[in-house]
């Protein structure tokens, strides 16, 4: 059966709106305050949910060269913007098929363990990263593996690892950084990389040849240090798909946690969990006409929430309304870490790059 050619489908009533301008400054910023490294870009899980798509030009254009992903099917996305041997994938090949595939694109494998290595090499192997841990217990080949000849074998561009605690004022990061030298003197590289954003604030030491930022350059402060430095990028928006008038006694939302306590106007937005929008926030987030703050009252839902629009007595069905989404504010109020909140932006959001 063929499909009817219908017109295409009108969007969701949300959109995210991405500050280009921020988005490029905080990673001029990140580049600045690493000095004499190079500054890449983490831009897996879809450019932390704000849609790689977007946040790869904007980047390119700030002056970005590497480029880093988690798995291998995001990299399409990044390659249509960007040359391919460029793009690293984290995970590494865990199969040969991603061998074949890295070799026939040109795109770099992060060789994370010794049966990958051997894999990369049995399938004609080429120009690659490694992945060392320095002391996270997660991906990378142990210390212990560094002395096995398979390693000599390699074509190694670019040596990485993972801080942990960077975050924190904690004894971890110098050992960290103590192994990743050690690791440096064990294993030739053209390039060596340990500072994730977090990092990039821990001084020169940290910063080796490569830095990867990630949360930094979408807004998210991981440091101190980065508070005031980078700016917020993310502004989601959610339209008004309903006013209502409500008397005092009247039960909104889900399980009646809100009550109205005397006559208000109600907004229903087309906003949920269902959009990352998680229900805590209920009675507890804020979305935004101007300047003008609009609780939300009542339990979020999958796909609405309700506001209290007192604030904004002119707000109409059909307004657009921004969430407060300042990451580390949004953070502090919600419980969700900054990672959380972008990355679970869902795809009903339309894209608009300002």
Not at 145 to 163: E, G, T, V, W, Y
Not at 276 to 284: E, H, P, V
Request: aromatic share 6%.
């Amino acid at each position: 059966m063929i499909a009817p050619d219908y017109p295409e489908a009108p969007p969701a009533p949300l959109r995210l709106r991405l500050d280009a301008q921020a988005l490029g400054d905080n990673w001029r910023a990140l580049d600045q305050m690493a000095a004499t490294a190079r500054t890449g870009a983490a831009v897996k899980a879809d450019g932390y949910g704000l849609g790689a798509g977007q946040v790869v030009p904007v980047l390119a254009r700030a002056g970005c060269r590497d480029w880093f992903v988690a798995h291998w099917a995001e990299v399409p996305a990044v390659i249509a913007h960007v040359p391919p041997e460029t793009v690293a994938v984290l995970h590494g090949p865990i199969d040969h098929a991603d061998v074949a595939w890295a070799r026939s694109t040109g795109v770099r494998p992060v060789l994370n363990s010794l049966p990958q290595v051997a894999r990369w090499l049995a399938g004609g192997g080429g120009v690659c990263h490694v992945m060392v841990d320095s002391g996270i217990n997660r991906l990378g080949l142990a210390m212990a593996d560094l002395a096995d000849p398979l390693l000599a074998q390699l074509d190694i561009d670019l040596l990485i690892s993972h801080l942990a605690s960077a975050d924190e004022d904690v004894a971890q990061n110098a050992q960290q950084l103590a192994q990743f030298k050690l690791a440096q003197t064990m294993i030739p590289a053209r390039r060596y990389s340990l500072a994730n954003s977090a990092g990039i604030a821990l001084g020169p030491d940290y910063h080796a040849d490569l830095t990867r930022p990630g949360i930094a350059l979408y807004g998210g402060v991981a440091r101190r240090e980065l508070a005031g430095v980078v700016r917020q990028v993310a502004h989601p928006e959610a339209a008004v798909l309903q006013v209502r008038n409500l008397h005092a006694g009247d039960q909104v939302g889900y399980n009646a946690t809100f009550v109205a306590p005397h006559a208000m106007r109600l907004g229903v937005v087309a906003l949920g969990y269902a959009d990352g929008y998680l229900r805590c926030w209920s009675n507890r987030g804020v979305l935004r006409a101007g300047a003008a703050p609009l609780p939300v009252v009542g339990r979020v839902s999958m796909d609405l929430s309700a506001i209290d629009l007192s604030a904004a007595p002119d707000v109409r069905e059909g307004d657009w309304l921004t969430v407060d989404y300042d990451l580390p504010h949004a953070a502090a109020a919600s419980g969700l870490s900054q990672y959380e909140l972008l990355t679970g932006l869902h795809r009903r959001f339309a894209r608009i790059v300002t």
